[in-house]
């Protein structure tokens, strides 16, 4: 909202900074950063108090407290560090229009059964946590309030019923039926959350790919927000687009505070707080920016995760109804346990994954041009 | 009386504290306003 600012310019030149996505981009990441900062190691107190009560005495060291990292000991919920960074940044720094709303809307509404999810496990010892059907009816009605949005909207009505596939000039679809558009961003919303719930198993693995992801969709968000460089491109030009590089941005800062105490030995889990909400929201920044497949694309490792369980569970119950017997692709699923189980440690698994991450960005960054 | 050795005393029974303190809810107060007025602001668009 400090967008707003720069309509004062004439009193005070400077503040025409404040009409510039750039700059706001990076002030939002700075702010997520900050609040991180801050924020963190006061709620991860708050959350090993919540896991282990006031007098936890560690069995190990005889302190009070948990004062050694194991996982164990970590406690989880640390998604509301991102969120509070996210959202405190993105509100100050974006300016508020349709595709903003509608972002921080699906990032809120997911955060909700995430952080009920792990509430219900960590306080009330509830191993299951929130019913499946709850999950589900939470997904629902975050992806049909979101699309109700855009399509209710003058500014995204039209433009929201547009697909675009990567490598092609135009759009594939030019007005999608609404039952159409409801069936892949839910599937987009509810894969994506899924896939970095499964990711997020070893200590900063999703939430280093994520900042691979937010730092390209920030771009392409840039892109598709500015009619000369969409032109150029040959991409999609969605006017107003141009804020999600600020809520990128603020993700990026977000998850960077969050790595911080993140980072193996993990002080902290972000939980399925954290990790539905993200996948939801890049999941819906994907569609209003008209890149969803290239998602496919710079998410790969978020992909090929999600993709190891199937195969791993199809594969298991295909060759038991064939042999009686079950058989398994992979050592482990989710396939970062498989190299775990292969004997790399954990870092060099993380780092490995991150690497690719990055590949896997450069790669749909490649898309822009190759059409 | 005799006083037991640290190593054998028993540590208090863990207390937990609710999380949803007057604190809590004032600040999920004030998210609410700020989220709606951004939403106003942003559908008005």
Not at chain 1, 255 to 283: K, R, Y
Not at chain 2, 23 to 38: E, S
Request: proline share 4%.
């Amino acid at each position: 909202m400090l967008s707003y600012l720069a309509d004062f310019a004439h009193l005070w030149s400077p503040l025409r900074l404040f009409h510039y996505i750039t700059v706001r981009a990076v002030g939002a990441a700075a702010t997520a950063l900050c609040i991180g900062f801050v924020i963190g190691p006061w709620l991860i107190g708050r959350f090993r108090a919540l896991k282990f009560g006031h007098g936890y005495i560690d069995e190990r060291t005889g302190a009070l407290g948990a004062t050694y990292f194991d996982k164990k000991h970590t406690p989880t919920m640390g998604g509301l560090i991102i969120f509070l960074s996210l959202f405190g940044s993105a509100v100050l720094w974006a300016e508020p229009n349709v595709w903003t709303v509608v972002a921080l809307f699906v990032y809120t509404a997911l955060t909700v059964p995430g952080w009920r999810d792990d509430y219900l496990k960590v306080v009330h010892k509830n191993k299951d946590g929130i019913k499946s059907w709850e999950k589900i009816a939470w997904q629902s009605f975050a992806t049909v309030a979101a699309l109700g949005l855009l399509l209710w909207h003058p500014q995204s009505a039209a433009k929201i019923r547009e697909l675009w596939v990567p490598f092609f000039k135009g759009a594939v679809i030019a007005h999608m039926p609404w039952w159409l558009l409801l069936v892949l961003i839910y599937l987009w919303i509810v894969g994506f959350s899924n896939a970095i719930n499964l990711t997020d198993g070893l200590d900063g693995l999703a939430t280093g790919c994520t900042i691979t992801v937010a730092l390209v969709f920030g771009i392409m968000a840039y892109a598709a927000g500015n009619s000369v460089i969409a032109q150029y491109l040959l991409i999609s030009y969605v006017p107003g687009t141009g804020e999600l590089t600020v809520v990128c941005a603020a993700l990026i800062g977000a998850c960077m505070a969050f790595l911080w105490f993140n980072s193996h030995p993990a002080e902290v889990f972000m939980g399925d707080t954290g990790s539905l909400a993200l996948g939801g929201l890049i999941g819906v920044m994907a569609f209003m920016i008209h890149q969803p497949f290239t998602l496919v694309i710079v998410g790969g490792v978020f992909v090929l995760e999600a993709l190891s369980v199937i195969f791993q569970v199809g594969w298991f119950k295909w060759t038991k109804r064939r042999t009686g017997t079950g058989a398994r692709l992979f050592l482990m699923a989710p396939i970062h346990h498989h190299f775990q189980k292969l004997g790399w440690p954990e870092t060099k698994v993380v780092l490995r994954f991150w690497i690719l991450s990055l590949g896997f960005a450069l790669a749909g960054l490649a898309t822009l041009k190759l059409r | 009386m005799l006083e037991l050795p640290v190593e054998n005393q028993t540590p208090a029974a863990p207390e937990s504290r609710p999380f949803f303190g007057p604190g809590t809810l004032i600040a999920v107060g004030v998210w609410v306003c700020v989220f709606v007025t951004f939403a106003v602001l942003g559908l008005r668009s």
